[in-house]
């Protein structure tokens, strides 16, 4: 009967190399990840927040009054089905639209002026085409008009889009923010026919 040969001082040798090289990856990659954390919080993420501070930011945000920061309310219109101005007049879309308003208060302001804001919206999205509004930038520029629209009642509503590129334009959206109680809309749905 052959007897199995006794493991030699050589084969423990790879074991034992192996588990150092795992233990100096290890540690490796641990420092890397804490030099990279590092970094983030201290050079990457204060950059960011000065940059969004600096933006002015283009999200509706928060009001914060006495410290305390109050969410936005929304303010849900009824789904509108209007014809649009293709040729022929047989494309129609439907369009969810929510207004994001400053707070509670504001959205009970905002109310008394819906059938308003809402008989001026039907007539926007009347006067556009199905090629206009399946693109993202029709969409946007709709959400554009609508913010318009939906601040006119409140002395707002001017042409403030082209002005929007120029440096001084961020003060104004900034006043323009602050001043009415519409700050921005939402598409709940939106589907063409």
Do not use: C
């Amino acid at each position: 009967m052959a007897t199995a040969p006794e493991a030699s001082a050589d084969d423990k040798a790879p074991a034992k190399k192996s588990k150092k090289m795992l233990i100096i990856i290890g540690a490796v990659v641990a420092v890397l990840a804490l030099g990279g954390a590092g970094f983030y919080f201290l050079v990457l993420k204060p950059r960011a927040a000065a940059a969004a501070e600096e933006d002015g930011g283009d999200a509706p945000k928060a009001a914060a009054h006495d410290g305390k920061v109050t969410p936005p309310a929304y303010l849900p219109m009824d789904n509108m089905v209007v014809n649009l101005a293709d040729a022929g007049g047989d494309r129609v879309a439907q369009v969810g639209v929510t207004l994001v308003v400053a707070d509670a208060h504001a959205s009970d302001t905002v109310k008394a002026f819906l059938p308003t804001i809402r008989s001026g919206v039907l007539m926007l999205i009347s006067q556009k085409t199905a090629v206009e509004l399946l693109t993202p930038e029709g969409k946007e520029a709709l959400a554009k008009a609508i913010l318009r629209e939906a601040i006119t009642p409140f002395g707002g509503g001017e042409e403030e889009a082209p002005a929007a590129e120029a440096e001084g334009a961020k003060k104004k959206k900034k006043a323009a923010h602050a001043e009415y109680p519409v700050t921005g809309v939402l598409f709940s749905s939106f589907i063409i026919q």
